[in-house]
C-alpha cells in the first residue's frame, strides 16, 4: 500500500532482549524513504500509520508489550484510508536497511452475484425477496502486533443483527446494506462490499466464531436467513462469493445454512496490490 505525502507514520525501536524496552519513538512524514535514529545493537523496529492520532497516544509506552495492546478500531478504519502497521528486526550496526511490509488488518467479502432456484420445491414457484445483507460476527476491534493478531478482539452482529450497534460505526454500509429485493433464477450481478477485521478461523468453536454474511428476507410469508460461513477470513484479503439459493433458508439467523440451501463458489484474492516501502534506519 502507497501512503500519500504528508500522512504521518510513527515508528519505535525496542531492544530485541526481554523485557524489549523501548529505545526510541518518532513520529515520520510519509515519503519513499524514511530516515530514523535508534542507539546501536540489535532492534525491533515497529512502525504504525494510524491518521492524525496525537503523539501523545504513545506516552504510556515502555515495551514492545505495551505497544502489542494497542487496537485497531473500525470506528477509525477504512478502506479507503487504511489503517496499517508493520514490524521488522534490525542487526547490530551503524547504519541499516529495514524492508517493512505495511499491512492492514481489514478482510473484504464481496458478493458478486446471486441467483435463487427452488426447482423441485413445494415453493417452486417462489423467489427470495431479499431484505437485508449484513455481516454477523463481524470483527470491530483487533490487534496489529503480537500474539492473536488473526483474531478480531471484539465483534458485532452476535448472532441476530444488532443494528444500533451497527449504525454507531462511521461508515455503517461496510457491516449492512440493504438487500437485493426478488431475487429469482435470472442471476443478479450487483457488486457488495463488505468490510471488517480478519477473523482467521476454519470452524466455529466457544467463545471463537466464524464470521458470516447473511441474507435477511421472506420466502412468501415466511421470515428466513442464509448465513454463510467464511472460515479462513483474513487481513488484506478478498473473499467473492457467487451464491445461488437452493431451499428455504434457516429460522434463526444463528444457524449457517447448509449445501442444501446453498451453492456458493468463492474466491480468495489480495484486496489491493502492497508495495513494499523501503525505510532507512542510521
Known sequence: ??????????????????PQYLDCYQRLK??????????????RVVALSVGSKDAMTWAGIRTYADLCKYRFSLKEDSPEKPLMAGEGILGDGISRVADL???????????????????DTP?????????????????????PFGPGQEIPLSTVNQGWLDSAAVMSFPRPHMLLQPGFGNIWRQRIKDEREFWCYGNDVDTSALGRPVTRIVLDGYVGEHRCYYPIDLPRLK???????????????????????????????SNIVP?????????IFE
Open 101 to 119: 511490509q505495511m499491512r492492514t488488518s481489514l478482510a473484504r467479502v464481496v458478493l458478486g452475484s446471486v441467483a435463487c432456484d427452488f426447482s
Open 30 to 43: 510519509a515519503d519513499d524513504v524514511l530516515y530514523a535514529l535508534s542507539s546501536v545493537g540489535p532492534k
Open 123 to 143: 415453493y417452486t414457484g417462489l423467489g427470495f425477496d431479499n431484505k437485508l445483507i449484513y455481516m454477523q460476527y463481524a470483527g470491530v476491534e483487533a490487534r
Open 1 to 18: 500500500m502507497r501512503m500519500a505525502a504528508g500522512e504521518y507514520i510513527d515508528v519505535f525501536f525496542f531492544d530485541t532482549l526481554s
Open 235 to 265: 487481513a488484506g484479503e478478498t473473499v467473492r462469493l457467487d451464491i445461488t439459493l437452493k431451499r428455504m433458508g434457516t429460522p434463526d439467523p444463528d444457524i449457517p445454512a447448509n449445501g442444501a440451501m446453498v451453492t456458493l463458489e
Open 271 to 279: 484486496w489491493e496490490t502492497r508495495e513494499e516501502r523501503e525505510e
